[in-house]
């Protein structure tokens, strides 16, 4: 028998990879049938180059690869109800998660639930019937030890991903599970899989790169809180506001002693005790709330912390319980602004016209449990700005009024 | 063109192939310890004298379907620098292919009484 050098039977098993199968079994099979039909020709009396081409021309020009079709659709025949469903629960988690983000974007309600029911199915249901499909679909241990990897990876992350927009704990430890299953073992079984198979081509690199880059990119996007010039301006806002209440302050207190023979500004009930108290107020209420978070941390230690590392500092979650009480919380904050604002109407005649942000019905709300130090401290901060603001404007009003 | 119109001739359709293919292979497997799948071509061939001619369209992906089922095992062994990839009955295959092989009988039987079935004895039965 005329036997095939090595390098014949490497061309061979070009030509059938070239000609779409990828199931290596079935190319062990075919390859040694195209042998098998070259070598009888060979035996005939045809040189190789002629057997070689009048063999694959035998199959037709589309023909090995329909091989491969009918393989694999006799194999998976069985597993068609449950491509079915995976398709139809695939799809349904798509809409949902599309119909959940545009309601969140626009506020409307149940937005949350939609959300939740989008990722359950796509990760309780879709996601572990495509792992059955895929064991089903590509037996052998390393490709099912990479699939099973993967699709923990993509369930842990999707999780994490929901309960970042449900503001859960876990989120980020769900998320980072994820991303390093994903990346540091699903990753590189992947390529090392398609390395060892011959199937280190087009269709294996490009889901390789697109999943590398859109995860580097999404990891910057989400990563990336703000850029360096924004963080800057954040931070200075913050101790414009604080600097601007502490100048103000000394100036209301200059006015005020200049006038201090004034029962109607300085008596114990009078205005100016009630602008002294919305200060005390608003820096009591933002010094709990900073401590329900950073209770270990000293005084000195958060100052530090605010000066140096803003954007950080903003950033950490503070717990709204620490400010919601009746009595000397934030409902208090807003009914001494109440008071002040009607003393100042009586002294003046006008009604003074106070931005209050609509947040504080949100901080109110004892459904809400945590929100960031940013936005309360500012809240806070800007509201007591503005009293005392006001307050100044009261006592150069009442200062050129006595003289 | 002479060999094309002889090559079709010889064999049969399709259809008819189609519902027979397993147990062919079965049979064929049945009757030795192990084979490869060029063997059985030509192993089919030789019996039919060329009037089967299983193709290898046909074949593996059958082959694949019942090692997937379980009836057949496999055995690689490097033959001719390539490897070369024996199919074996599996006990419960060896089970199948007898009953296969029965129910094939019969269905012969039952067709060649319709086939043999006279113009007259159609009327009569009308």
Known sequence: ?403 | MYVKVMYICLMYSKELLKGTLKTIILKMLSESDSMYGYQITQKVKEITEGKINLTEGALYPALHKLEADGLLSTEKKTVGNRVRKYYSLTQTGNGRAKEKVEELKEFMETLTTIINLTPQKLAWQI
């Not at chain 1, 059938?16 to 195209?34: C, F, K, N, P, T």
């Not at chain 1, 301006?233 to 005020?256: D, M, P, V």
């Not at chain 1, 605010?306 to 709204?320: K, P, R, V, W, Y």
């Open chain 1, 1 to 403: 028998m005329a036997d095939l050098t090595e390098q014949n039977i490497r061309e061979i098993e070009v030509l059938v990879e070239a000609r779409g199968v990828e199931m290596q079994e079935l190319s062990y099979d075919l390859v040694d049938h195209i042998c098998c039909m070259i070598e009888e020709k060979m035996e005939s009396g045809k040189n190789y180059t002629s057997a070689l081409e009048e063999s694959i021309a035998s199959f037709g020009k589309k023909g090995i690869r329909q091989i491969q079709e009918e393989t694999t659709f006799l194999l998976t025949k069985n597993i068609l109800a449950m491509r079915k469903t995976m398709h139809i629960t695939g799809i349904t988690a798509a809409i949902l998660l599309l119909f959940g983000s545009i309601f969140k974007i626009q506020h409307w309600p149940g937005a949350g639930i939609i959300y939740v029911l989008g990722a359950a199915a796509l990760c309780l249901l879709f996601m572990p019937l495509f792992l059955a499909v895929r064991i089903k679909e590509k037996p052998g241990k390393l490709s099912t030890i990479s699939n099973i990897v993967g699709i923990l990876g993509a369930i842990t992350l999707c999780f994490g991903i929901l309960f970042k927009i449900m503001h859960w704990p876990w989120a980020s430890i769900l998320m980072n599970i994820g991303g390093a299953l994903l990346a540091l073992i699903f990753l590189p079984l992947y390529v090392y899989h398609g390395a060892k198979t011959k199937q280190l081509k087009t269709s294996t690199i490009v889901p390789i790169i697109v999943a590398v880059a859109g995860f580097s990119l999404m990891f910057s996007l989400v990563r990336l809180q703000s850029s360096h010039n924004v963080s800057i301006s954040r931070s200075n806002y913050h101790n414009n506001i604080n600097q601007n209440i502490e100048s103000t302050i000394i100036l209301n207190n200059t006015i005020s002693a200049e006038l201090k023979n004034d029962s109607t500004i300085n008596s114990k009930e009078s205005i100016n005790t009630l602008a002294l108290k919305i200060n005390s107020k608003s820096d009591e209420l933002c010094a709990n709330f900073i401590q329900s978070k950073l209770s270990e941390y000293s005084d000195e230690d958060i100052k530090q912390k605010e000066q140096t590392d803003f954007e950080n500092f903003s950033i950490t979650m503070g717990s709204l319980n620490s400010i919601q009480n009746q009595e000397n919380g934030l409902p208090q904050f807003l009914k001494l602004i109440e008071e002040y604002k009607a003393t100042y109407t009586t002294i003046t005649g006008v009604e003074p016209n106070l931005l209050i942000n609509n947040n504080f019905e949100y901080y109110l709300n004892k459904q809400n449990k945590m929100f960031a130090f940013r936005f309360v401290l500012r809240d806070i901060n800007s509201l007591n700005l503005q009293v005392q603001q006001l307050h100044t404007s009261l006592l150069q009003y009442y200062k050129g009024k006595v003289s």
